[in-house]
């Protein structure tokens, strides 16, 4: 009986140790967790649409979780770089990537990738979603997206749009509406958003598909006319201006979107704590205010439905990608 109870008192403390241990790691685990700075990698340079969700959204994420966000530009190869960045990161909470809609719905049909967008990035939640404007140069004679559907049938091949490369967003976006409108317009790629923007104002080319947040400075000072944007309804910052499914395209509807990730792998309490922390800053009257200038919306998802959406639009653009032809060159 002595044994017997002897036993029972070493395995009682065994248990007890074992449960302080546990308590230890967690404890020194969630305190790593709160000292260390985030790195919020940013896949576009700084000045276009990406960049500025992430400079807008990262003080107020530091606020809520208690930790420095930093943000972390990495550029290159249509956000790829980033997303291979993120995709090998520690999934601890502490690397959060910034994602544009095409890095997860279109580079997939697109690239060879050293990684699985499906199992080594786990989607966290939107931050907030934008129509795209149809812009022109100011000496294009349309003033409607019909007139200019309209001059181009008459004149094929002889215009010419540009893009942030090729399958980039704003080129697979070009590419739906010439699809659906049966024009034929040249594609010029450049090498970036920014590039191809100031393609359009300088008049080399004549058209662009571009972010509302990135286009509506130059709509407002008259050195781009807007012909169309590409939401269901129309964009609160441009209000006069009709949707593409107004001009005559109904169903036509393209939102550009911008989410976060974090490794896959990442505890579910990690990504839920994370996610907690961007609906909070979502109702910031300051975030809100920043978003409203530049055309953004707060477009807030559960987990589930991101993943949904993903599937959808991946599958849509995979059908647009084969359609067209488009090759990584």
């Known amino acids: 009986m002595q044994s017997r109870a002897r036993m029972q008192r070493i395995t009682n403390t065994v248990v007890l140790l074992a449960c302080c241990i546990v308590a230890g790691i967690a404890q020194a685990a969630d305190s790593a967790h709160s000292n260390r700075p985030v790195r919020f990698i940013c896949p576009f340079a700084p000045g276009g649409g990406s960049d500025a969700i992430a400079r807008i959204f990262a003080p107020r994420l530091g606020e809520v979780t208690g930790q420095n966000w930093i943000v972390d530009n990495r550029s290159g190869a249509s956000g790829n770089l980033a997303s291979e960045l993120v995709a090998h990161a520690s999934p601890d909470g502490n690397t959060v990537l910034l994602v544009l809609d095409s890095m997860f719905t279109a580079n997939p049909s697109l690239y060879q990738l050293p990684f699985d967008v499906e199992k080594d990035l786990q989607p966290v939640v939107i931050l907030a979603a934008t129509d795209q404007a149809v812009v022109v140069h100011p000496s294009v004679p349309a003033k409607t997206l019909k007139e200019f559907i309209a001059l181009a049938k008459s004149k094929p091949g002889q215009f010419r749009h540009g893009s942030g490369g090729v399958g980039s967003s704003n080129h697979l976006a070009a590419e739906l509406l010439k699809k659906v409108t049966g024009i034929n317009v040249v594609h010029v790629p450049y090498k970036g958003a920014g590039p191809s923007l100031a393609a359009v104002l300088a008049g080399e080319i004549h058209m662009n598909i571009s972010s509302v947040a990135s286009t509506i400075g130059y709509v407002r000072a008259g050195r781009l006319r807007a012909l169309a944007t590409t939401g269901s309804k129309r964009n609160k910052a441009l209000p006069d201006v009709p949707t593409v499914a107004e001009s ?48 953004f919306e707060p477009e807030p998802s559960t987990i589930a439905g991101l993943v949904a959406r993903i599937k959808k639009e991946r599958a849509m653009w995979a059908g647009i990608i084969k359609g067209a032809g488009i090759r990584i060159q």
């Open 248 to 295: 005559g395209y109904p169903g036509f509807e393209i939102r550009q979107w911008y989410a976060m990730a974090v490794p896959g792998g990442t505890p579910m309490a990690v990504v839920n704590r994370i996610r907690n922390a961007a609906l909070e800053a979502q109702k910031d009257p300051g975030v809100l205010a920043a978003m409203e200038r530049l055309g």
